[in-house]
């Protein structure tokens, strides 16, 4: 099926440093969505963005809706331990589908 | 407020038993899927529901079939398990009446089929 580029697939980054991630894609979308999935844990949603341009925080957590509607980007500042995880987007098409991301990996050492 | 609930949390079956999964929300959310999970899969839609009463095939139906006899509750069934249905299965629930698209997920159901 039909995944969206996110990139960077992983990586390692030391505890304090800011974090950067992206998603693309070929369709323009209404809605994008964050998630963090943990291990053995559903994901779950951090962000939501609704219109072009747009840019929401949650915490320390800052994602923006791209102005072409066919990308994304997720900033964490500031890591820490508990960021560890594997964090993907996912673009609204339509009115009901959503299309994932292939997730970035994020690994924090202490 | 519960969110999304999935039970069971695990479970193993033998080829050709059947199950049923069960997926309840609390938000009012009109629209409900089935996803699965695999390694370098990413998540996979199975079936889907717009309302209550509907039901609709999603990417990957094949072996599964879904209901939606009320608006709270999406069952995904099994009827004759196979190996290639063993994955994790996520519920998720989005759209809300008021104009919401989030979707939110629910802690999934480690499957395997032995």
Redesign the interface.
Known sequence: GQQLNQSPQSMFIQEGEDVSMNCTSSSIFNTWLWYKQDPGEGPVLLIALYKAGELTSNGRLTAQFGITRKDSFLNISASIPSDVGIYFCAGRSGTYKYIFGTGTRLKVLA | NAG?TQTPKFRVLKTGQSMTLLCAQDMNHE?MYWYRQDPGM????IH?S?GEGTTAKG??PDGYNVSRLKKQNFLLGLESAAPSQTSVY?CAS??NPGG?????????T?LTVT
């Not at chain 2, 990413?42 to 839609?45: A, H, K, P």
């Not at chain 2, 919401?100 to 999934?108: D, H, L, N, V």
């Open positions: 999304v629209y990413g998540l996979r839609l889907y717009v990417e990957v996520f989005s759209y919401s698209y989030e979707q939110y997920f629910g802690p999934g480690r």
